[in-house]
């Protein structure tokens, strides 16, 4: 890089187009990139989805909502919702166990699931703790923003 030049936005439309470009010249898989906080992690020719990388930067807007129950049958329970469009997975890949059923118990930090998005595959923390007495959404179910996908018994 020379003096006075910026480095490149990894997240620059053109800048990922080159880089798939090179992924397909090169018949790799996967490519992780990270710049600052910021991670990406691109995948191409999967069958089954792989989710063993850390999610994809969150935007405020990606963050699950999580609210208390407004149904009678719920009281005391919070809702762990949808916090994007896409398609709801229970486990890491087809061979592993759930991430969460019911009876466990969750941190604010423990991922619940993963919502793939736009072939982006986004681990999705409780962000609240306590048990899970739900699982309001079945594996490979898709989901829309705000559907309530499980139900916890806060702590």
């Given at each position: 890089?020379?003096?006075?030049?910026?480095?490149?936005?990894?997240?620059?439309?053109?800048?990922?187009?080159?880089?798939?470009?090179?992924?397909?010249?090169?018949?790799?898989?996967?490519?992780?990139?990270?710049?600052?906080?910021?991670?990406?992690?691109?995948?191409?020719?999967?069958?089954?989805?792989?989710?063993?990388?850390?999610?994809?930067?969150?935007?405020?807007?990606?963050?699950?909502?999580?609210?208390?129950?407004?149904?009678?049958?719920?009281?005391g329970t919070v809702a762990i919702k949808a916090p994007m469009v896409g398609t709801?997975?229970?486990?890491?890949?087809?061979?592993?166990?759930?991430?969460?059923?019911?009876?466990?118990?969750?941190?604010?930090?423990?991922?619940?699931?993963?919502?793939?998005?736009?072939?982006?595959?986004?681990?999705?923390?409780?962000?609240?703790?306590?048990?899970?007495?739900?699982?309001?959404?079945?594996?490979?179910?898709?989901?829309?923003?705000?559907?309530?996908?499980?139900?916890?018994?806060?702590?």
């Amino acid at each position: 890089m020379t003096k006075g030049q910026q480095p490149k936005d990894i997240f620059d439309v053109k800048r990922i187009r080159e880089i798939i470009e090179l992924m397909e010249e090169h018949d790799l898989s996967a490519v992780d990139l990270q710049q600052g906080e910021e991670k990406i992690k691109l995948n191409r020719g999967s069958v089954s989805p792989v989710y063993s990388a850390p999610p994809v930067a969150a935007t405020p807007a990606a963050a699950p909502a999580v609210t208390s129950s407004d149904n009678a049958g719920d009281a005391g329970t919070v809702a762990i919702k949808a916090p994007m469009v896409g398609t709801f997975y229970a486990r890491a890949n087809p061979e592993s166990d759930p991430f969460v059923k019911v009876g466990d118990v969750v941190s604010e930090d423990t991922i619940v699931c993963i919502v793939e998005a736009m072939k982006v595959f986004n681990e999705i923390p409780a962000e609240c703790s306590g048990k899970v007495v739900e699982v309001l959404v079945k594996d490979q179910e898709a989901i829309d923003f705000g559907k309530p996908m499980f139900r916890i018994e806060p702590n």
